[in-house]
Structure formats: C-alpha cells, structure tokens
C-alpha cells in the first residue's frame, strides 16, 4: 500500500498545522512519504494531493523541481558524491570513477540488486573533507578509493544502519511540542 | 594562535562536547541575550543591531539592522531564517546547524521580538539530515524549558519557530526562491519589484530573511551592545566573520576571523588557519567569495577581508567561501566546473540564464577535451557579455534573480587572467595538465 499510512497522515496533520498555509507543508509532507516507501509513488503523490487540498499535478509540479524527491525507486543506499569545485580540486572525479567500477553502475543507476543509487551532485557543503559524499544524506569525508570500498562493504553488511537509515528518512527527531496548540499564534484572519 | 585578539563570536561553543545540547548551551551563557532583549523595547533592539553595523552573511552583505528597518507597515510580519547554505565550498551554515542549533534559535527569537514577527521559520537545506535532526531538538526543548511558546519568559510574548526542510535546489538560497519554496511551491525567485521581501514576502506579508550566521550573532550582539560589535574589524565591515577555506590549502575548514584585519593571506597561510598552500606549491589564483565571484590572483593576497575593499577590487567577499586553486590548476576546467554548476541549477525562468548557462558549458567543456576551437574564446565571452552585459562587477542585471549574471564571473576570471592557457588547449587538442 502505498497511500499514506495512519501514522503518516497524523504527521502530516501535525505539519498542516505549524504553518499559516497549509500547502506550506507540502515539501515537509513528500518527506515523510518518501520515508515510507522510499520514493514517491503516484499513490502517495495522489494521497497528499488530498491531504492538502492540491491537485496530484500541483503536487507533482512541486516535486519534481527538487533534487532530493525521487518520483521512481530509488536503492537503499543513495550514494551522492559530489564533484563541485572545492571536491574536484581534491579527486572527486577519480573517486566517482572508483565508485562507477566497484558498484558497476554509471552516475545515475542503480545496482541490479537495488543497494545502491549512485549520483553525482553538486556541492554539499562538507568541502573542509574533499572529496566527500553523502550516503542517505549521512555525510563522509575526506573518502580515498580505500575508504569508499570500505564503506560499501559495511553498508552490505548492514554495520551502519544505526548511522545510515534506508533511503527516505532524513529527519529522525520529529517535533514534539506545541502540536495541536500551534493554533495560539494563529493568525485571526 | 588567534590571528587579532577579537573574540570568537559565533564559534565560541564549536568543539565544546555536545555543543548542541540545550544544557551545553545555557552552561556557556545562552538564551541570556533573549532574557535580556526581552526586558527592552523592540525599537532599542533594531538600533542596537544597526549600531553593530552587522553585513548580512549570507551572500549579499545587506546591513541586518537596516533590513528590520524597511519593513512595510502591516501585519503580520514573518521572519525566515536561511539555512539553505549551497553556494559552492560554503560550508559554515551547515556547521553552525549542526553545532550550535540554540544559538540559531535564540537570534531568531530576539529578531522576531525586535521586528513583532508573528511566527518565525527555520528553513534547513533539505540535504542536512543531521542539521534537521539537531535544528528540531533545539526547538523541542527550547519549547519544554519556556523559551519558545506561548508567554515566553513569563514576558507575555509569545512565537513559535518551525524548522522547514528544503529538498535540494541551490535556487531556494535566493530569497525570493526561499519564500515560493517555503509556500510549497516550485523555487522560483520573484520579480523585484514589487517582491521585495520587507513589502510583499512569506504570503505577501512582510518579511525578513536572515542568514543563519547573521541569526548567530545577535544574541552576543544584544549582551555585549553593539558598539562593542563594531568595535572590532574595520568601518562598515564590524565584527568577526567565518570564512570556509577549501581548495589547495593544507588546512581547509572554517576559521571565524576579525574583519578588515585579516587578509586572504592570513586565510590561506596562517598556521591558525589555512596552514598554506599543499605540497607547499605556488598559489596559482582564488576564488574569494564563491562561484558567484569574480577571481583573483596571489598579487591580491594583501586584501582585507572587508567587503567594500573586497568590492572596489572588482569582487565580492560573497557567501565567505574562499577556494584556493595552486599551480597544478587547470583553468579550463576550474572554470568549465563551475559553469555547469549554474547550468545544473539555473531554475528556468530566464532565457539569459537558462540558454546561456547550457551554451556555456559546453563550449568550454569541448575546449577543456580538446575539441575546441579559434574563435571559442569570442563565443564564450559574447555569451556572457549577453547574460551581463559589459561583463562589470557589480553585474548588470537582465534577470529576474542574481545567479544569471553571475554566471559569467568565473569564465571571464579565467580568460583574462589565463588566456594562454586557453590558446594551448585549442591549438595542441587538450589539456596541458593532462
Ligand atoms: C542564487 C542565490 C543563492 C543564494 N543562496 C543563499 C544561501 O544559501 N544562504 C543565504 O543565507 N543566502 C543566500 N543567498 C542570499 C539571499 O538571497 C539573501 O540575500 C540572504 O539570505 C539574506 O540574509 P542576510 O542579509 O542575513 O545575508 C542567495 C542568493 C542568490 C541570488
Ligand atoms: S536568473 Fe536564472 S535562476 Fe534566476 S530566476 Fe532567472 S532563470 Fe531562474
Ligand atoms: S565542493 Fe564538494 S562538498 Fe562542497
């Protein structure tokens, strides 16, 4: 199933709710649908649509303008190295090179077993530890080839996935204050 | 060794364990600047912070105090704090996001105090999972221990603060961009005028949009006064400031400095900071305030970091991302790099940015493999001239939002200060540096 859960559709509530305009919560929305499938599936797309009072194209329209949101699977791991100037100058290219061997996959796919997505991305303001990558938007630095195969090796082996959730979870606190009252500042009009 | 004996103003608690924990935080002095600015009125505040001559830091350089200012008079006002932090080799944001997330919030409260905001928001580039993570269990417990919430303080004000995560698109740094996003809308910037920010912005209300290290400052601003503020660096260019020091050096990281003070060399060779260039090569040329800007070479390293110095130079101290390139740089390709950047994440709207900012990387991508040809040099430079016209700084604008005419900043760098190095990939087929 992948219209929003029970649980999911209460989150969105909460977020409807912490802005003066509903449609504000869109983006925060498409977060936690992509949470729970891993990408945003026309199902989900469809369900916050009617959450939000938006048409499943206006959601779409938002959706698709934003690198993060995947309206098509995606692999447990989205590796994202990034190549901007500050990486290239330190071998960012030869490390995306490295990792299109060893994952056998060009920038831009995924891995026969769905794993891993592969990318290459623009600056992701961890330059001080060029060249650097995200896994699941979970930062490293300062990756050799050695260190990339290592990292590979604990993600199949699952000895990070207290670090590196699956794909889709980006934010594991969630607001816990001031929920349903967020209507105290409410503005009257 | 501290380069001046200015005090660190917005990295005091980096390093100091769980930095980011509420108990840390109030351990070493917070949320004493929102105790005190809430005993004084709004208006005292405002003054404070335009005595502090504090430039905003996220790219523009727009004095803080004078933007609360500005605000047209209506209500509600909103206050949007921008944590979107994607200019390349920028990284200072997302340290302070994720290092020090109370001293965020507590100079957003203080500001939306200062200019009556109704609510205040918190937008995160969505890529800072961790920075989300720590940004919200500030929030959490600043709201269970009274410092955000209904009757703050026992004050008898009242806001509440919501952290937005972004979803990637470097556009939504452009403020405009940041509020279409906000309203759950694709990032495109708006036509100013009328969409100022301060007249018609968050819901067509009112509206200030702060950086994050601009937020940083004002709790120290609002206990120390901001005389004390400007006290330190060099006239309009007051206080501490951090610079992301990346590229060749031996040392990158970020490094809060004193304004006008200090220089790119100190940014670059101090042992306190950049620790010189690697391999102990020459310093071939830098990037001295993002992709955004305009280059310079190693006869400018004696330049204070002082934003109208840094502008009457032909530049601009930008987003405080300082990349420094060393002999072994291919110019091309540095430039070729960057250009793709802007192509990647121009939004559209514009033909100047959109076409020019594809044409662009390409010419220079087929110089950079070899294929190029006599008169790309020509080609490349007639482009820009049509995105920015007469190829000045600051840029003519024919956009509707600054990144089209900064487009050309990097590739005009490059050709006039090494146009040689050009000729050589057209004539011999490639790139010397292989
Ligand atoms: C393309 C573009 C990207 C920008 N990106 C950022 C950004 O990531 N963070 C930021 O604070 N300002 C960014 N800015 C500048 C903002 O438009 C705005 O000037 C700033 O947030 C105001 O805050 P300040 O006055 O405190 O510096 C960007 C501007 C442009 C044109
Ligand atoms: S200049 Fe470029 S990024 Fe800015 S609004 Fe126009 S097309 Fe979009
Ligand atoms: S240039 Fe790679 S993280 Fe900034």
Same mark, same amino acid.
């Given at each position: 199933?992948?219209? $929003?859960?029970?649980?999911?559709?209460?989150? !969105?509530?909460? *977020?409807?709710?912490l &802005?003066?305009?509903?449609?504000? #919560?869109?983006?925060?929305?498409?977060?936690?649908?992509?949470?729970?499938?891993?990408?945003?599936?026309?199902?989900?797309?469809?369900?916050?649509?009617?959450?939000l009072?938006?048409?499943?194209?206006?959601?779409?329209?938002?959706?698709?303008?934003?690198?993060?949101?995947?309206?098509?699977?995606?692999?447990?791991? $989205?590796?994202?190295?990034?190549?901007?100037? !500050?990486?290239? *100058?330190?071998?960012? &290219?030869?490390?995306?090179?490295? #990792?299109?061997?060893?994952?056998?996959?060009?920038?831009?796919?995924?891995?026969?077993d769905?794993?891993?997505?592969?990318?290459?991305?623009?600056?992701?303001?961890?330059?001080?530890?060029?060249?650097?990558?995200?896994?699941?938007?979970?930062?490293?630095?300062?990756?050799?080839?050695?260190?990339?195969?290592?990292?590979?090796?604990?993600?199949?082996?699952?000895g990070?996935?207290?670090?590196?959730?699956?794909?889709?979870?980006?934010?594991?606190?969630r607001?816990?204050?001031?929920?349903?009252a967020?209507?105290?500042?409410r503005?009257?009009? | 060794?501290?380069?001046?004996?200015a005090?660190?103003?917005?990295?005091?608690?980096?390093?100091?364990?769980?930095?980011?924990?509420?108990?840390?935080y109030?351990?070493?002095?917070?949320?004493?600047?929102?105790?005190?600015?809430?005993?004084?009125?709004?208006?005292?505040?405002?003054?404070?912070?335009?005595?502090?001559?504090?430039?905003?830091?996220?790219?523009?350089g727009?004095?803080?105090g004078?933007?609360?200012?500005?605000?047209?008079?209506?209500?509600?006002?909103?206050?949007?704090?921008?944590?979107?932090?994607?200019?390349?080799?920028?990284?200072?944001?997302?340290?302070?996001?994720?290092?020090?997330?109370?001293?965020?919030?507590?100079?957003?409260?203080?500001?939306?105090?200062?200019?009556?905001?109704?609510?205040?928001?918190?937008?995160?580039?969505?890529?800072?999972?961790?920075?989300?993570?720590?940004?919200?269990a500030?929030?959490?417990?600043?709201?269970?221990?009274?410092?955000?919430?209904?009757?703050?303080?026992?004050?008898?004000?009242?806001?509440?603060?919501?952290v937005?995560?972004?979803?990637?698109?470097?556009?939504?740094?452009?403020?405009?961009?940041?509020?279409?996003?906000?309203?759950?809308?694709?990032?495109?910037?708006?036509?100013?005028?009328?969409?100022?920010?301060?007249?018609?912005?968050l819901?067509?209300?009112?509206?200030?949009?702060?950086n994050?290290?601009?937020?940083?400052?004002?709790?120290?601003?609002?206990?120390?006064?901001?005389?004390?503020?400007?006290?330190?660096?060099?006239?309009?260019?007051?206080?501490?400031?951090?610079?992301?020091?990346?590229?060749?050096v031996?040392?990158?990281?970020?490094?809060?400095?004193?304004?006008?003070?200090?220089?790119?060399?100190?940014l670059?060779?101090?042992?306190?900071?950049?620790?010189?260039?690697?391999?102990?090569?020459?310093?071939?040329?830098?990037?001295?305030?993002?992709?955004?800007?305009?280059?310079?070479?190693?006869?400018?390293?004696?330049?204070?970091?002082?934003?109208?110095?840094?502008?009457?130079?032909?530049?601009?101290?930008?987003?405080?991302?300082?990349?420094?390139m060393?002999?072994?740089?291919?110019?091309?390709?540095?430039?070729?790099?960057?250009?793709?950047?802007?192509?990647?994440?121009?939004?559209?709207?514009?033909?100047?940015?959109?076409?020019?900012?594809?044409?662009?990387?390409?010419?220079?991508r087929r110089?950079?493999?070899?294929?190029?040809?006599?008169?790309?040099?020509?080609?490349?430079?007639?482009?820009?001239?049509?995105?920015?016209?007469?190829?000045t700084w600051?840029?003519q604008?024919?956009?509707?939002?600054?990144?089209?005419?900064?487009?050309?900043?990097?590739?005009?760098s490059?050709?006039?200060?090494?146009?040689?190095?050009?000729?050589?990939?057209?004539?011999?087929?490639?790139?010397?540096?292989?």
């Amino acid at each position: 199933m992948a219209r $929003l859960s029970a649980e999911n559709v209460q989150r !969105a509530r909460n *977020l409807i709710a912490l &802005y003066p305009v509903p449609r504000s #919560a869109l983006v925060p929305i498409l977060h936690v649908a992509q949470e729970q499938d891993g990408w945003l599936t026309p199902e989900a797309v469809e369900h916050v649509a009617e959450l939000l009072d938006l048409t499943p194209a206006q959601v779409h329209g938002t959706a698709t303008f934003y690198d993060m949101l995947f309206l098509e699977p995606v692999g447990r791991h $989205l590796v994202s190295i990034c190549t901007n100037i !500050a990486c290239m *100058l330190n071998g960012a &290219y030869e490390l995306l090179e490295h #990792a299109e061997e060893q994952l056998g996959v060009k920038a831009g796919s995924t891995t026969a077993d769905g794993e891993f997505t592969l990318e290459e991305v623009e600056c992701i303001a961890d330059c001080g530890r060029a060249p650097c990558l995200a896994v699941n938007w979970r930062f490293f630095g300062n990756v050799s080839p050695g260190a990339f195969d290592e990292l590979v090796d604990d993600l199949r082996a699952g000895g990070l996935a207290g670090d590196v959730p699956p794909h889709g979870t980006l934010c594991r606190v969630r607001r816990s204050v001031g929920l349903e009252a967020a209507a105290w500042d409410r503005d009257p009009e | 060794m501290p380069l001046t004996d200015a005090p660190r103003i917005v990295t005091a608690r980096i390093g100091v364990p769980e930095s980011w924990r509420l108990e840390t935080y109030v351990a070493n002095g917070g949320y004493e600047g929102l105790r005190k600015a809430l005993t004084m009125p709004p208006e005292k505040l405002v003054e404070e912070v335009t005595a502090a001559s504090l430039l905003g830091r996220g790219g523009a350089g727009f004095e803080a105090g004078r933007k609360w200012s500005m605000l047209r008079k209506a209500e509600p006002v909103y206050l949007v704090v921008n944590g979107d932090e994607s200019e390349p080799a920028t990284f200072k944001d997302h340290m302070l996001l994720e290092n020090d997330p109370h001293q965020i919030v507590e100079g957003a409260l203080i500001t939306a105090y200062a200019v009556r905001a109704a609510r205040a928001f918190v937008y995160v580039r969505g890529e800072f999972a961790l920075g989300l993570e720590r940004m919200t269990a500030a929030v959490n417990e600043a709201y269970e221990r009274g410092f955000i919430g209904p009757n703050i303080l026992g004050s008898g004000w009242s806001i509440d603060l919501v952290v937005h995560p972004g979803a990637g698109a470097y556009i939504c740094g452009d403020e405009t961009g940041l509020l279409e996003s906000l309203e759950g809308k694709r990032g495109f910037p708006r036509i100013k005028p009328p969409y100022f920010p301060a007249v018609y912005g968050l819901y067509d209300a009112p509206t200030v949009v702060n950086n994050v290290e601009t937020m940083s400052n004002i709790p120290w601003i609002v206990l120390n006064g901001g005389a004390a503020f400007a006290g330190l660096g060099e006239g309009r260019s007051a206080g501490t400031r951090i610079f992301s020091v990346a590229g060749h050096v031996k040392r990158p990281g970020n490094y809060e400095v004193e304004m006008g003070k200090t220089t790119f060399r100190d940014l670059f060779y101090d042992p306190a900071c950049g620790g010189g260039i690697r391999g102990d090569n020459g310093l071939k040329a830098f990037i001295p305030g993002g992709a955004s800007s305009y280059w310079l070479g190693p006869d400018q390293l004696d330049l204070a970091l002082d934003q109208d110095k840094v502008g009457q130079a032909g530049t601009m101290l930008g987003s405080g991302s300082v990349v420094a390139m060393d002999e072994t740089t291919c110019m091309v390709r540095a430039a070729w790099r960057i250009t793709r950047f802007f192509a990647h994440e121009s939004c559209g709207q514009c033909t100047p940015c959109r076409e020019g900012s594809g044409w662009l990387e390409k010419v220079l991508r087929r110089i950079e493999t070899g294929a190029g040809r006599d008169d790309d040099l020509d080609l490349l430079l007639d482009v820009c001239d049509n995105i920015a016209p007469g190829l000045t700084w600051p840029p003519q604008q024919t956009t509707i939002c600054p990144l089209g005419p900064s487009i050309p900043s990097s590739i005009v760098s490059a050709i006039r200060m090494f146009r040689d190095e050009f000729l050589v990939h057209v004539k011999e087929g490639g790139c010397p540096h292989g």
